[in-house]
């Protein structure tokens, strides 16, 4: 640390130095990231509120308001009249959030006992947030298989249910290629086999729709013929959906929302010497910054913004994907949502996305199976996919394909 303080705008200047080995996503390079930017509004609000602290939320009433103002505007495009739930870091703290839910309700139930391992049966195509809850919270997590459209297998889930199982996860835009779990057999499977007659619940459904929450209600009402994950299923008791992916708020702002209160009472900490008596959260102080920027970027896109913004991206997906075609790459199977993964039968994934990242273009590298994974965020436009195109082919002209 420097002995004495430094001018502003030396620091401002060194800032920007650091500033500028950050990628940029206006530059359209950034093709692997479920993020995007963000407008010039939502990150004025986030400033005025950069103060305001959830954690003690009866010195923050106003910021509070807004923070279930945005559950309840969100439950209302996902068939729930009433939601509980919290503006939070990301999908990864709404994740364990639900996971902590469903295995503390389960010792409420005395489906297993306060010590006891419960199981979660998750699909392979989980995201990695399920590991870190399982390690956190000490539950066995359970994977089932995926059937060859790369969703969940039911009669996988079916087959891996025991005495044992707390809860069962469903993925609405898996984070490797955007696939849609049947998350309505899953809530019947959930129904069907509860194995204590006596208590009249279901199994815990818990539905991740991270990535899909804010496209998929808005690309269903154009008429794209896509399958529903949300409410409308009895057995969905929770569900994970970040504004800060195609909701276009300030990272960080993941929600997480529950169908009832129990359901976040049976992850309650008592709180005696804050405004509020009981906490629910995994973080304790908490940046209200990001409730309020989300409320303002719903408010300035409204719901036909996201109509408009949802199809677009879509659009650009099989826009891409139909190029890529041409061009004689693999899909690894038809987009369901604005996410592409492709390969080349004669170029390595991991060769390809090298030469890829040599010309300035970042990709991910999907695991399951292993390809080339292209996001198509609003910060992607069709000239950008013009360019890459052309950078793709060139490549592959140069290996002689």
Sequence with gaps: MNEDAMDEE???LKLKEYKSNDLSYSSGRILGSMCSGTSSFAKKVYLDFLDSNLGDPGLFKGTKSLENQV???IASFLSLENPYGNVVTGGTEANLMAMRSAINTAKLRGIIEKNHEGEVIVPKSAHFSFNKSSDMLGFKLIEADLDEEY???ISSVKELITQKTVAIVGIAGTTEL??????????KIAIENNNHP??????YLHVDAAFGGFSIPFLRELGYDLPNFDFEYPAVTSMTIDPHKMGMAPIPA???????????????????????KEQYTIVGTRLGAPSAAT???????GKNGYIELANNCFVNA???????????FKLVTKPQLNLVAFNHEKIETNELARLLEERGWIVSISSCPKAIRIVLMPHIKHTHLVSFLRDLREIKTSLGY
């Design 10 to 12: 030396e620091i401002l």
């Design 71 to 73: 559950i309840k505007e």
């Design 151 to 153: 969703k969940v297998d």
């Design 178 to 187: 955007g696939m849609i779990d049947p998350i309505e057999d899953l809530s």
């Design 198 to 203: 006596d208590i009249q619940e279901s199994i």
């Design 254 to 276: 993941g929600c997480i929302i529950y169908r009832e209160k129990k359901y976040l009472d049976a992850i309650a900490i008592k709180s005696p010497y804050l405004t509020s």
């Design 295 to 301: 409320w303002a970027v719903m408010q300035e896109m």
């Design 318 to 328: 099989h826009f891409l994907a139909n190029a890529l075609k041409k061009e004689n």
